[in-house]
Every structure is written in C-alpha cells, then in structure tokens.
C-alpha cells in the first residue's frame, strides 16, 4: 500500500499562487509515477499534471499548461504543484495520485491511478 498526503491548499485571490505538496510513505514507491487530478463537487475528476518515478517526464492538462508546474523534491517520495495566475475556474479538491509505472509512462487518466490521498481543498477568489 501507498499512502499520500496533500498539503498546501487553501484560498487566494485570482492571480495568485499556490504550491502544493504531496508525500508518499508506505512500501518503496520507487517506478511510481504520480500525478495531481482536482474534482469539483457533483462532477467527474479531471487530470492536472503527472510526473513519471524519475522525473524526466512530465504531462499537463491543457488548462494547466503554462500556469502550472509538477515536479519531484530530491527524496523522490515528494510531488509538488506549483500553481500560478490561479483562476477562480481552479477551484476544486486537489488530489494527488499514483500508479505503478516502471517503464515510466505518466498516466493522464484519472481512472488509471491506484492510491489516492485526501485531497486539498484550493478556492480561487475573483
């Protein structure tokens, strides 16, 4: 098993910036790529970014790209978004998510991730 914990959420104004974080302890995530996807109450989770175990590879929704950046601190088991000119359309639960993926692919569908954390709340005001 693999838990997450996302951290970092809260609310800003439209413009600014946030950064959140996700920690992944548990059995060795090593070959684990990992990815954020949001959810906005009584619709479907949609993909935001993924990093593949290395980081050599990275995957951006096309409403994230530009403003927002994956990446994986130096001890691999932490992920990061940080997010920029936050729209208050960015307003969701934002989940990080992983998957077993040792030839590593990112995955941009929500539905093939297999640990989930808690999610983070992130509101955006205009």
């Known amino acids: 098993q693999v838990q997450l914990a996302e951290s970092g959420g809260g609310l800003v104004r439209a413009g600014g910036s946030l950064r959140l974080s996700c920690e992944a302890s548990?059995?060795?995530?090593?070959?684990?790529?990992m990815g954020w996807v949001r959810q906005v109450p009584g619709k479907e989770r949609k993909f935001v970014a993924g990093i593949n175990w290395s980081g050599t590879t990275t995957a951006y929704a096309d409403f994230a790209k530009g403003r927002f950046t994956i990446s994986r601190g130096n001890v691999k088991n932490t992920v990061y978004l940080q997010m920029i000119n936050l729209e208050p359309e960015d307003s969701a639960v934002y989940y990080c998510a992983s998957v077993y993926s040792p030839y590593g692919m990112v995955k941009t569908s929500p539905g093939l991730y297999d640990y989930w954390g808690q999610g983070t709340q992130v509101t955006v005001s205009s």
């Open positions: 548990g059995r060795t995530i090593e070959n684990y790529s």
